[in-house]
């Protein structure tokens, strides 16, 4: 959801919450709670829900991989503990 979207939902809610006050506010209100709105969220560090949708893939995938890779270096030092018992046993 962009900020566009998040101001005019915040609009709507707004008027809907305080109706009939918020119509005798009038339109210049409204334009005035809308910049307030916008300056605050481009100071704010968001992301799309499409950016974190992508990125909790990525670690997902990355969370995959390494539960893998520990499970890899596992069997491989159990093999060199074997090898090493083998050849004390000799």
Known sequence: ???DNIVNQFIN???QAFI???Q???EEMQMQV???MTKALKKMDLVTREE???QQAVLQRSREKL???ETQISGLEDSIHQ???EKNDK
């Open 52 to 54: 974190f949708d992508i």
């Open 13 to 15: 809610q707004f008027n």
């Open 67 to 69: 539960d893998a890779l």
């Open 24 to 26: 005798a506010l009038g």
């Open 20 to 22: 009939p006050g918020a």
């Open 83 to 85: 090898l090493r018992s």
């Open 34 to 36: 809308r910049s307030a």
């Open 1 to 3: 959801m962009n900020q």
